[in-house]
């Protein structure tokens, strides 16, 4: 089995794929006469297609077994997909560039508390994969006509390691 090693989720090394959801270092304001911060605009979300529309729905995904397994990964081609999560537990976030119209070599993120991530429209991704614990997301994508899910299955899967956590 083929063995790929997590990596902190940093805004440049996923720019590539999409976008980091998180305060630290996003551009803020001040609204609520002050008594509250705005993170502005930390997503592009992205809808296409036949009577398309911007969802928001909860997930709750139970954790996956160690060491995970990555077998398959999907794409959306009509819109963007979010996570964000309502706890502050730790999520595997698995991409793939494109290779004509194929996953290539996938990276895998480790996230911190307070990270969520917004796939490109198109892009190759896992599952939602949470660790350790039961948790709760908020998800923005796509509504409406058409297909909007590609699924590639790897013909021999990839186990992930993972860094020692807290």
Sequence with gaps: MRTLTAKPLTREAFASFGDVIEAE?????LINNGNCRRFHDLAKVEATGDNARVLISLLR??????????TMVERHP????????????????????????????PHVFLTRPG????????TWHGVLTPLGAEQDFAVVDRGGD?????EFFFPSPYQIALPERP
């Design 115 to 122: 990270q969520g991530v917004n796939y490109a429209r198109g």
């Design 61 to 70: 995904a139970k954790p996956y077994a160690e060491p995970v397994a990555l």
């Design 25 to 29: 270092g996003a551009e803020s304001f």
């Design 146 to 150: 058409g297909n909007n899910l590609e």
């Design 78 to 105: 009509l819109g963007s997909q979010a996570f964000i999560p309502l706890s502050p537990a730790p999520f595997l976030v698995v991409v793939c560039p494109d290779d004509n119209g194929v996953p290539g070599a």
